[in-house]
């Protein structure tokens, strides 16, 4: 079983960052894509972003494109989030998610990811 542990996250003025980080633990498995996700209350679980194993490849919802940032230390099995100019539609409970599976074909569905996180709350005060 693989363990995930987001943490980071807080209460931050708009405007203002903050960075998110998701440590893995327990079973370990070749090259896992990781991915972050996000709940705002009374929605579904949505995409954020994706990196694969190397870092050389992500992708982001459009909503966070060009404020997100999505990183790896695989020799910390950490993967992070660093989200800038936050804003009133950024608040929710953020997951990280891992995908036991090969790197490939959809990404942006919660069902692509096989172990979650808990999640931590994003609170942006205006």
């Known amino acids: 079983q693989v363990q995930l542990v987001e943490s980071g996250g807080g209460l931050v003025q708009a405007g203002g960052s903050l960075r998110l980080s998701c440590a893995a633990s327990g ?5 896992p894509a990781m991915a972050w996700f996000r709940q705002a209350p009374g ?22 494109k060009g404020r997100f940032t999505c990183s790896r230390n695989n020799s910390k099995n950490t993967e ?11 608040p929710a ?15 942006f569905r919660a069902v692509d990811y096989d ?9 942006v005060s205006s």
Request: charged share 15%; net charge neutral.
């Open 27 to 31: 079973r370990t498995f070749s090259r």
């Open 43 to 64: 929605k579904e679980r949505e995409f954020v972003a994706v990196i694969n194993w190397s870092g050389g490849f992500t992708d982001y919802a459009v909503s966070v």
């Open 80 to 90: 992070y989030l660093q989200m800038n100019s936050l804003n009133a539609e950024d």
């Open 93 to 107: 409970v953020y997951y990280c998610a891992a995908r036991a599976a090969a790197f490939g074909g959809t990404y």
């Open 115 to 123: 172990y979650w996180g808990q999640g931590t709350q994003v609170t």
